[in-house]
C-alpha cells in the first residue's frame, strides 16, 4: 500500500524534465528548420512546407505525453499541473504580446522577424511551464 510521503509521490524536476523530452526536441527541430529554411531559400515550396511544419511532429508527440501523464495523476497532481499550465499560458501570452509591442515600437531588437514566431513562443511556455510547476509544487508542500 502506497502512502502519501513516498518518494514516488514527491515532486521531481527531472521527472518534469522527462516528460518535457518533446518540446526540447521541437525547440531543436525548429531552430534547425529555420536554419534549414535560409541554407534552401532557392527550394520549391514542398521542402519549405515540410520544414516549415517540422515542429509540429514533436509537439504533437508532445502533447500526447502530456496527456498520458495527466490520466495517470489524482485529483492533486492535476491540480498543480492544471495550475502550472494555466501560469504558462497566461504568461506567454502577456510575454509574447509585450515583447512584440516593444518590437514593432523600434525598442528592441530581435533575432527572428517579426516577432517571437514559435521558436520564441515555445521556450517562454516551456520556462514558464517549469516555473509554474515549481510555484504550484510548494504551494501543496
Known sequence: MKTADTPRDQYSFKKDLLQSFWL????????YSHVLLEKYAGSGPTLK????????APLLLYVRTVLRAIRAM?????RIQLEAWIFAAIGTIFATTAINVLHENGL??????????????????????M?????????YQ
Open 108 to 129: 528592441l531588437t530581435m533575432l527572428f522577424q517579426p516577432g517571437l514566431g514559435l521558436p520564441g513562443a515555445t521556450v517562454i511556455m516551456f520556462l514558464l511551464l
Open 24 to 31: 526540447i526536441v521541437a525547440g531543436a527541430v525548429t531552430v
Open 131 to 139: 516555473l509554474g510547476g515549481f510555484m504550484a509544487n510548494r504551494r
Open 49 to 56: 512546407w515540410l520544414l516549415a511544419l517540422s515542429p509540429f
Open 74 to 78: 489524482d485529483e492533486l497532481q492535476r
